[in-house]
């Protein structure tokens, strides 16, 4: 693939990750009607009625506590969409790449730990069930974490590859 084919195509993705967050912000504002979550609270708080604020406050909480997945992946196209900006302009094999690999394989498995083990344990903690209420795994969370992993470790790789060929260059 020529470099040029090769720009062309990080741009194109580069403007589909935007488009990408941009969406998924709006969704989030959707899904979350925080406003309509907050309402009670705030009213709570404005007259001090506390025991209306413990029962105002979970499910705010626990509507935050779902899409924490979604923004730890949120993290990773962002990190995605900065690669893809960098690819466009000619850089290839720079340190800011291999991080960014890196980032994004690291939000895909945070992601994934996050919708199979933490939004469970702490949703059970909102729900006044103080323990664990168990893994959620489904095949989905399976292959984004394994798919992740693969990401982070190929950014891992590339910053060593790109270590070895500096040393390399110095020798010559």
């Given amino acids: 693939m020529s470099n040029i084919r090769l720009t062309d195509q990080a741009r194109t993705f580069e403007v589909i990750a935007w488009i990408a967050v941009v969406t998924l912000s709006v969704q989030f504002l959707v899904f979350l009607k925080l406003l309509t979550l907050i309402g009670p609270v705030a009213e709570a708080i404005s007259y001090g009625d506390w025991a209306g604020l413990r ?35 000619g850089e290839l094999f720079s340190r800011a790449n291999s991080d960014g690999l890196a980032e994004v394989g690291s939000s895909l ?4 730990a996050a919708s199979a083990v933490i939004v469970p344990w702490i949703k059970s903690w ?11 795994l489904e095949m989905e969370t399976w292959v984004i974490a394994v ?18 060929q500096s040393q390399l260059d110095e020798i010559i």
Wanted: hydrophobic share 60%; charged share 15%; no cysteine.
């Fill in 55 to 89: 029962l105002a406050l979970p499910p705010v909480l626990s509507r935050l506590v779902d899409v924490l997945p979604a923004l730890i992946y949120l993290g990773g196209v962002l990190a995605a969409a900065r690669i893809f900006g960098r690819v466009a302009k």
């Fill in 109 to 112: 498995l945070w992601g994934a």
């Fill in 126 to 136: 909102l729900a006044g069930e103080y323990g664990f209420a168990g893994f959620h």
């Fill in 147 to 164: 798919i992740g992993g693969a990401i982070l470790i190929l950014g891992k790789m590339m910053a060593q590859a790109r270590r070895l």
